[in-house]
T-cell receptor, first 114, second 112 residues
Framework: NAGVTQTPKFQVLKTGQSMTLQCAQD?????MSWYRQDPGMGLRLIHY???????DQGEVPNGYNVSRSTTEDFPLRLLSAAPSQTSVYFC?????????????FGSGTQLSVL | AQSVTQLGSHVSVSEGALVLLRCNYS??????LFWYVQYPNQGLQLLLK??????LVKGINGFEAEFKKSETSFHLTKPSAHMSDAAEYFC??????????FGTGTSLTVIP
């Protein structure tokens, strides 16, 4: 049972480059989300989705795009990377759209933007 | 919007001592409350959650937390710390808006 799979685990970008962080889950979860984790700031929600074709912004959405074409996948796109986007990114999913369900987290992507 | 405050970014306890990690939340509606643990280079794992019902919630690895509405608190405790408890702990709150709000985390060090 793979759970939530994130790729890549590490990435170094130059300012202005674009890339996509991949997230896939095999638990048939409706709810998927992306967080960034920065020292002293905890986890902050970037975008989330309550089902295929439905996405919404979280606390810090600027500079990031998402789409949800299938239940399994929820990629996060950085169109023009900036040093301020250096962070550890976590994808998480849950079994229901109601937020009393626990989140299942991927192992994270460590991104450095030079 | 909800918010979560974790008092103390670093907590050190001796092995066998009581662990107390503090969490206060702001919410205008009855919230759902969670504690997650993060071991080095890993994602977060759920320790316990409060939704409705009993205010004392028991979780994995001997941890428990008490929901106190009058104090808007959800402190995490463990009677006797073990070396394997060393990790980062996050309190989180959610409402019916499909969003979770995390605290800034507390790093727990266990001294042998």
């Amino acid at each position: 049972n793979a759970g939530v799979t994130q790729t890549p685990k590490f990435q170094v970008l130059k300012t202005g480059q674009s890339m996509t962080l991949q997230c896939a889950q095999d638990m048939n979860h409706e709810y998927m989300s992306w967080y960034r984790q920065d020292p002293g700031m905890g986890l902050r929600l970037i975008h989330y989705s309550v089902g295929a074709g439905i996405t919404d912004q979280g606390e810090v959405p600027n500079g990031y795009n998402v789409s949800r074409s299938t239940t399994e996948d929820f990629p996060l796109r950085l169109l023009s990377a900036a040093p301020s986007q250096t962070s550890v990114y976590f994808c998480a999913s849950s079994g229901g759209v109601a937020t009393n369900e626990k989140l299942f987290f991927g192992s994270g992507t460590q991104l450095s933007v030079l | 919007a909800q918010s979560v405050t974790q008092l103390g970014s670093h907590v050190s306890v001796s092995e066998g001592a009581l662990v107390l990690l503090r969490c206060n939340y702001s919410s205008s509606v009855p919230p759902y409350l969670f504690w997650y643990v993060q071991y080095p280079n890993q994602g977060l794992q759920l320790l316990l959650k409060y939704t409705t019902g009993a205010t004392l919630v028991k979780g994995i690895n001997g941890f428990e937390a008490e929901f106190k509405k009058s104090e808007t608190s959800f402190h995490l405790t463990k009677p006797s710390a073990h070396m394997s408890d060393a990790a980062e702990y996050f309190c989180a709150v959610s409402d019916t808006g499909n969003q979770f709000y995390f605290g800034t985390g507390t790093s727990l060090t266990v001294i042998p």
